[in-house]
């Protein structure tokens, strides 16, 4: 079994890729890859990545979080985190990522949010 699975789902306001594994370095070029292909196939809209399921992330993973959330603001779109583990939350705010990417409880509150966020930067 891979060390990450990514699951995508369209819904009317957005695309939700629910993470199931580890984004590690092994993973980091297909965690990449899909979301810049959501990216270029969905342009201008919501992207949220579910969390639920993500065990763990280094920081090669960290990494190409970071890139995405900028490649989305570049095309214009936004990139959200939802439904994180208290584990990578930790993580998440250890890093500042938390100041840069907007997190949200749910991939409903994610969805409904409005695309311009406070922490959007």
């Known amino acids: ?33 899909v979301v810049q292909d959501t990216l270029e196939s969905t342009p201008h809209q919501r992207i949220v990545l579910d969390c639920s399921e993500l065990r763990f992330v280094d920081s090669s993973g960290l990494r190409v979080l970071i890139q995405s959330h900028r490649s989305a603001r570049e095309r214009g779109a936004a ?15 250890v890093t500042g990522i938390d100041t840069r990417i907007t997190i949200f409880p749910t991939v409903e509150a994610a969805l409904a949010a409005p695309l311009e966020t406070p922490s959007g930067n």
Do not use: K, Y
Not at 2 to 28: S, W, Y
Not at 79 to 93: K, M
């Open 79 to 93: 990139l959200f985190i939802a439904s994180v583990t208290d584990r990578l939350a930790q993580i998440l705010r």
């Open 1 to 33: 079994m891979p060390a990450l699975q990514i699951t995508t789902r369209t819904d009317d306001d957005g695309v939700v890729l629910a993470l199931n594994g580890e984004i590690d370095m092994a993973a980091e070029e297909q965690f990449h890859r």
